[in-house]
């Protein structure tokens, strides 16, 4: 998935572009389960979800994420 990112953003695509979920997991509320009658919170998964992999605040990967890629220039 990461580097499908780096290209997609070295070709001037969207930076979350496809990073979204059914409708229905953002507006419905789970009937059952752990979960019940929860939504997702998409924006705060995206947030923690680039975090952990090494990704700013506007989703282009850090410099060290980069090289540890083996993508440096």
């Known amino acids: ?3 499908g990112k780096v290209f997609n ?3 001037g695509l969207g930076r979350r572009t496809g990073d ?3 409708p229905r997991l953002l507006d419905t ?4 389960g752990g979960s019940r009658e929860r939504t997702v919170f998409l924006k ?4 923690e979800y680039y975090d ?4 700013n605040d506007r989703e282009v990967p850090l410099e060290i994420k980069i090289e ?3 993508l440096s220039r």
């Open 68 to 70: 540890e890629l083996g």
């Open 29 to 32: 509320p789970l009937p059952e």
């Open 44 to 47: 705060t998964m995206l947030e």
């Open 52 to 55: 952990l992999r090494g990704w």
């Open 9 to 11: 953003i070295r070709e």
């Open 20 to 22: 979204s979920l059914p």
């Open 1 to 3: 998935m990461e580097l």
